[in-house]
């Protein structure tokens, strides 16, 4: 997964030929390190189709603050340079990833 910061945010989201999983997570964030493993793996099945990033938010506090995102964990999905949909807190689940994941495709 490729690590997101505000120096490559604008290129490898906003200017990404492919959609983009963008994972924004805390290292403190208990459900959001449970599910990084699984994450990973959806990574690697949409592999060529679409960009799996993650972004901490701790390291990242203004990108987040533009972003407008207000706790973890949460998942941004963009086509186009467009944010399409966002699903944060007990919204985040394998199956909603998986499900947002294939609406960029489509």
């Not at 990033?53 to 207000?70: D, F, G, P």
């Amino acid at each position: 997964m490729l690590v997101i910061n505000a120096d490559n945010h604008e290129a490898e989201i906003l200017k990404s030929e492919q959609p983009v999983v963008m994972d924004l997570w805390g290292p403190k964030c208990a459900p959001c390190l449970a599910l990084m493993p699984d994450v990973e793996a959806l990574a690697k099945e949409y592999a060529g189709k679409i960009k799996f990033a993650k972004l901490n938010v701790l390291e990242n506090r203004r990108l987040v603050i533009t972003l407008k995102v207000m706790g973890v964990p949460t998942f941004l999905f963009y086509k186009g340079g467009e944010q399409k949909e966002r699903i944060t807190g007990d919204q985040v689940t394998l199956k909603a990833i998986r499900a947002g994941a294939e609406r960029l495709l489509s």
